[in-house]
Each structure stands twice: as C-alpha cells, then as structure tokens.
C-alpha cells in the first residue's frame, strides 16, 4: 500500500483514494474508541468524526512515512473521545466511596487476553478509565492528561490510582470466580 | 502488576485484539463508512456552495457598483438638462432685438423702460423659460448682486459657452435702449474658468450711474463638480 500516494489523493478529494485509506484506518482507531467509551454507538461516532476531521485537514498534513501517518490519525481520535468525555464527565466529582477496597497483590493485566483487557477497562468509570488510558496505554504523563482533560496533575494521579485499584479487585474477583 | 507493564506492550496487546471476540460489538465496516463519506459529500458542497455564494456576491457587487456609478453619471446628466430646460433663458428662444418678444418674458410684462434715466430697472428680469416660481426662486437666489448693484438682467448663455460675444451683447443692450454706456467687463474669459457658486463679482466695475456689467459664472453641484452651464448676468449700478 502506497500511503504516500493515497494522502496525495486524498488531498485532492479523491473519495476512492479517501475509501482505500480508511479501510487501513478504521479498525486501529476503532479499538483506540473502544478503549474510551463502554458503548459501541458513542465510540463509532468519535471515530466517524475523527476521520471525518483527519480527511478534512489532511491538506496540512506532510506525509513522511506510514507510523507518522497512524499516529496524527490517532491523536486526531483521542482528542474527538476527550472532548465528548469532557463534555459528558466532571473528573472532580468521582468519589472515592465508588473505590472498592482490595489489596495491592493481584496479577498483572499482562497475563490477560486482549480482549478481557478491553472488558476490563471498559467497566471502568469514565474517569478512571480516560486516565489510565491516557496514562498506561497511551504514555502520556500527569501533566499532560491535566491539560488534555482540564483538571489538575493530583487529580490525574489520584484518579489513576483509582483505577489500579479497581482493576486490582476486578482482575482478583475473575481469579476467584473462574479459580484461576 | 500493572504499572510494570510498558505502554507499548499493552498498546500492542490492545492492537492485536480481535474484534469479533468482543462481545457486544456489533459493528459494521461498510456503515461506518457510509456515514462518514455522506460526511465528506456534505462537507464538500457546503465548500463548493460558499465558493459559489461568494463568487456570486463578487458579481453582485460589481453590478451594484457599476449600476451606481452608471446611476450617479445619469443623475448628473439628468440634473444638468434639468437645470438648463428650467434655467432655460431668453437668448434662444427669444429675439433680445425684438422688444416685444422681450416684453412678453418680462416678470409681470413689464415695458423695458427706455428711459436711461429711470435705472430702477430691475423689473425687467428676463423669465427663464419653462418656468416655474420654484426654478425662479432658485434661479435668482443663486446669484448674489454685487454691492451698489441691481441686478437687472439673465441671460442664458448654456449654448453659447466660453465664446461670449461681448460686442454682440453690447449691442443688444444699447440697441434696446436701456443705457446709453454699456460697459462690459473684460474679465469674463478669466472668470468663467473660475468656479463659484456665487457671481464672480463684488465690485462694481464702474461705480458710475447707467453703467452696466455682465459677468459670467458657474456653479458647483453638490460634490463640487462645476456645472458647465454658465449664464450672463448682467448688472446695472444704482
């Protein structure tokens, strides 16, 4: 696949072109959304106009080579969810009488399956998880994710551990059901 | 544990997941993409259509500007004929030698008075013609009268131009016997290529009795155009 020439025509409003690119697209960014919202409708809607912006902006974009290319599309993504989220979500107003209490010793998220990975962040609060996301998957630090979701850097810390916390009990309550 | 999993790890991990094995997850590839290319279409019209809507407002433009400038040149056609069918004196429809043509455009058909001696003559004002009391009142109160002066006379010159036949006029004036010395003023020329609302005088170029003075003059419109319709105004001394 010739990315190169695929953006040239893009540029140009080529649809057949805008078609071939996102069929390379669509798949990696809707399991970006997916990690970011815990219905299916909201995270295809963020993607729809993520792209929809991608496309549209594309005429700024200086192709060098195929990562570079993945990863504006990808940040282009991931502030469409923020801004849905933030739309929706005080990250302040998350009690901590929500956290459920468990011990620090639980097994890692590594050991885990892709997909039991996504089910688990997925049940997380939206704050919790935007953070982690964020934070863990996406490797932004405290200060970053406190200026992308407009709260503090303690916040983002706070709301981070948070969300360890419940993945922790979460991930030790599937040991124990599944007795593994 | 958690934290000592490396992003890309996870990232990775995350990238490979296989989204038929997500359950919940019914989505549609070709949907999506339905959605977001009636997205880009709309997207593009609306970009042709504002191209459109400014190109065509580019054209209203000019022919609103052209119309206007057109309009403005016309008006002041317009205004200039007006002003000469309204202004329009005695020297061409009226044979200045023939007395009684003279008389029958008088103000209140006065009889010109021949006698050099009675100078209250202003009476005898020749009527513009078509006339009406309006283009009268502005007629006249458009020329001042000089000091000393009664302003006894106006004469169209529109179609006559620069080229006042100065010895023509003095002959007509003294044939009609009004005065016996009729003076008329060397300054003309220079004066007409002057631009004053107002006749260009303000002295008397003789202070002495029966001494008349034609003087030119033009008028501005209102953006300070001269008005290329001079007219003859002649002047005799109290």
Sequence with gaps: ?180 | MINTMEPKQLQDKLESLDLTKVSGIQWNQEHTWSRLSQQLELSKNRRTALWSYAIAASIVLLIVFMSGYVFLQNSEIIQKNEYLNENQLTTNNIDVNDEDCVNQHTIANQPIIKNSESISIKNILVKPKPTTQKADAESYSEIGVPENFEKIAILDSANSNDNVDSERMKEIIASKGLITDVNLSNETEAEYSEAYNLVLTSKPIEQKKNKFSIKLFQRKNKRNNVRSVPALTLFASK
């Excluded at chain 1, 997916?34 to 809607?45: H, P, T, V």
């Excluded at chain 1, 009690?95 to 997380?124: P, Y």
């Excluded at chain 1, 200060?143 to 993945?167: D, R, Y």
């Design chain 1, 1 to 180: 696949m010739d990315y190169k020439e695929l953006v040239k025509r893009c540029k140009k409003s080529d649809r057949k072109a805008q078609e071939l690119l996102y069929n390379q697209l669509v798949t990696p960014m809707y399991k970006v959304c997916l990690r970011y919202f815990d219905n299916e409708f909201d995270a295809e809607d963020v993607l729809i106009n993520g792209l929809y912006k991608f496309f549209h902006n594309i005429e700024k974009f200086n192709f060098s080579d195929e990562a570079r290319l993945f990863g504006w599309v990808k940040r282009i993504v991931i502030n469409e969810a923020l801004m849905l989220i933030r739309s929706r979500a005080n990250f302040n107003l998350v009690s901590t009488d929500n956290v459920e209490s468990v011990s620090d010793n639980i097994s890692a998220l590594s050991e885990l399956q892709a997909e039991d990975i996504l089910k688990t962040i997925r049940e997380l609060p939206v704050g919790y998880r935007t953070v982690f996301n964020l934070h863990v998957i996406e490797g932004y630090n405290h200060k970053e994710i406190g200026e992308l979701l407009e709260v503090s850097e303690n916040t983002s810390k706070s709301q981070l551990h948070k969300a360890k916390k419940m993945l922790r009990s979460r991930i030790n309550l599937n040991d124990q059901y599944y007795g593994t």
